[in-house]
């Protein structure tokens, strides 16, 4: 039986310990050797559960423990997550976790902490919650040259984006019923502004150039400028408006990392995950498209992806399975020179002269929305149309738009 431990018994470190119990006859019948969880670090005691015997409040128990293999970092944020790890990995223990901020912040450091001591560091719950891409990208896609990914990484956004969308609601409306419900945290910057996004296609972006994208380089917008105009836009235009992390490498090498809101046409795969679903659109040379598409969150699902990696690792017991991602920083190419088409709104008094900015622009009209003027630009870097949209007083969106052929 392999030994393990769960640090943090929220809501992903209870789900792992329900999971392994739950399913012990499906992982016996794949794993015969068992997988037990012999403790539970958390901060509080937990009377009421039936795993209290099992809870401990010193670290120093489950590392000084030589029959603990493997421990589940299910605790979020930078400390004491970080320092728990390591210690982990410098006993030999392997680690699986579900923190993103960790593993966009400290990947590279951990993976070679793992490397040194015989031991793994796997992280396939940090992106997607219980979607199963880290692993994907890393082993079944080991033989493509990754050009693209687009994800919608984030299920509240998407979440909000879909009622909006639906309902005609506002931002602020959809956001506070995504509190009620417990989509969104109390304080919400986090997602609504992009931040959590962009630590996941920074995730996706190291592993597949095998570099360091450091999530501070990655341009990075979010959903609460969008507003329910730009949404009878969007339907008008048949598109939906999705909170996308981009990464591309161009031919020429250039790569280009962004999170920002962008519309999305109804031929494209993305265009029709909502909710609080999420998926990630991945281009390889050869193999073509792929779209993987689930669960982003919850207890269960990103349960799911870390008992994944448990197993992994009780496969690899004495072993490192290596990940490719050096701490070597990747320098991202300018996000100016990024051409696209982008979707505009001005007071219709400046209709004239955005005209004669934008000499190719294609008016949009969407009903019951009188007074402004609304287009879609011809395709122009990311400087140009800032130079340009400056000398429009009364913009009120600009929103860019997704090219289906790149
Ligand atoms: N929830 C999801 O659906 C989901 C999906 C994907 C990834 N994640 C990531 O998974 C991680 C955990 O998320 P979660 O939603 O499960 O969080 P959570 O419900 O807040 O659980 C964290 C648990 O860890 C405990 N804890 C905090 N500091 C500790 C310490 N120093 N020592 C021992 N225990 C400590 C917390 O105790 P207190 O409650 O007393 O603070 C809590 O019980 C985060 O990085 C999150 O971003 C979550």
Known sequence: MIQIAVLGFGTVGSGVVELIDKNQDVIRSRFPEGIHVKYILDI?????????????????????????????????????????????????????????????????ALIQTAADHNCSYMFEASVGGGIPVIRPLLSALTQEKITSILG????????????????GMSFEDVLKIAQEKGYAERNPEADVEGHDACRKIA????????????????????????????????RAMHMAVRLLGMSRQTENGAVY?????????????????????????????????LMF???????????????????ECARNIGRHVPVKWSDEVLQLSDPKSESRQFFVRVDAA????????????????AEGLEGEFAFVTEEQTEAEFERKAASLSTLKNRIRLLDLEK
């Open 152 to 167: 919608i990484l984030n299920g509240t956004t998407n979440y909000i984006m879909t009622r909006m969308e639906n309902e």
């Open 350 to 365: 400046e209709k004239d002269l955005a005209l004669s900015l934008f000499k190719a622009a294609q008016e949009v009209r």
């Open 44 to 108: 509080r005691e937990f009377p009421d559960s039936p795993y209290a015997d099992r809870i401990v409040h010193d670290m120093k128990v489950i590392l000084e423990d030589p029959e603990i293999a493997i421990v589940c970092e299910t605790m979020g944020g930078k400390e004491p997550a970080y320092s728990f790890s390591r210690a982990a990995l410098e006993k030999g223990k392997s680690v699986c976790t579900s923190n993103k901020e960790l593993v966009a912040a400290y990947g590279p």
């Open 293 to 311: 598409y689930g669960r982003g969150a919850g207890k269960l699902p990103t349960a799911s992806a870390v008992t994944a990696d448990v197993l």
């Open 257 to 289: 990392v962004r999170t920002a809101p962008f519309l999305v046409p109804e031929e494209h795969p993305l265009h029709n995950v909502s909710g609080v679903f999420n998926a990630v659109f991945v281009h390889g040379n050869m193999v073509d498209n």
């Open 203 to 234: 995730i996706l972006s190291s592993l597949v150039t095998g570099k360091t994208v450091r999530y501070e380089d990655i341009p990075c917008e979010g959903i609460s400028k969008i507003t329910t105009e730009d949404m009878k836009y969007a």
